[in-house]
């Protein structure tokens, strides 16, 4: 997906997480999040958006922490949000393509990773908000879903950081069941998971794409994307369970 596309769901996204939270109230529990109300959400997501406006928008090239959102509730906190997203929307929009800044996973450029990221952050967050209100969270669309998951298994889990390990070898499918070719070949054991998109060809994960795996994680995309990411059921599991366990009890990204 190109900057463009990654920053008009940003908009969209965001203007949508807003609504949700604006309609549930800051005081009410976020069933997903557990521990958090509405207004730890909306301070959270807002935090991460002025984080990530600074490095693209300064020229940022070290890290640095996110600042603690101020004590604000209620529509003063909605505004504040919704000024800090309209920001970064404007900010990756016009951006030079060769801004130079820090960044966390391999991406095109730093501009397309901020925006491919914080597209995906705030997608999931208005799932929270949504789950808040008390709806069924809408879903994202499968070319949408089948690029989050891929920043998932192969950019986030591929960094040491990733919790998911296995005293024994594994190998873990992802089939997306409505988009061809969207499929991932996890391998985990005691490092960080290796993942290969495909079955096809066995680069980077000595011959696992084209073994049978263990356990194999299907859906619809978007549905799936929900589920990698914690907020909803995996909506088919087969092979061993143990593997499946394993993967949700510890895949969570910090």
């Known amino acids: 997906m190109e900057i463009v596309e990654h920053v008009g769901i940003l908009r969209r996204e ?3 997480l807003a609504a949700a939270a604006k309609e549930a109230g800051t005081d009410v529990p976020v069933p997903t999040c557990p521990g958090w109300r509405v207004r730890d959400l909306v301070r959270h997501t807002g935090a991460v958006h002025r984080w990530a406006t600074a490095f693209v928008a300064l020229g940022l090239t070290s890290p640095r922490a996110i600042e603690e959102p ?5 529509s003063e906190l909605l505004a504040w949000f919704t000024d800090g ?4 929307t404007r900010t990756l929009a016009s951006a030079d393509p060769a801004t130079d800044c820090w960044h966390f996973l391999r991406a095109p450029s730093p501009v397309a990773f901020w925006a491919r990221r914080q597209a995906h952050e705030t997608a999931v967050h208005r799932m929270d908000a949504e789950a808040a209100l ?5 879903l994202v669309t499968p070319e949408f879903a089948v690029d989050g998951i891929d920043e998932l298994l192969r950019g986030f889990h591929g960094r040491r950081s990733s919790r998911v390990r296995s005293p024994e070898p594994r190998l873990l499918r992802v089939r997306a069941t409505d988009v061809a070719d969207a499929i991932w070949t996890v391998r985990l054991s005691q490092e960080p998971p290796a993942t290969v998109r495909g079955t096809d060809g066995a680069d980077g994960v000595d011959g696992a794409a084209s073994a ?5 994680l299907s859906g619809p995309a ?3 994307y929900a589920a990698l990411w914690n907020r909803a059921p995996i909506p088919s599991v087969t092979g061993d369970a143990a593997t499946a366990a394993l993967w949700r009890e510890t895949s969570g990204v910090g």
Do not use: Y
């Open 212 to 216: 049978d795996p263990d356990c194999e």
């Open 222 to 224: 978007a549905q799936l």
């Open 134 to 138: 008390g709806v069924e969270p809408a």
């Open 14 to 16: 965001g203007e949508s």
């Open 85 to 88: 997203h309209a920001e970064l």
């Open 70 to 74: 101020p004590e604000l509730d209620g």
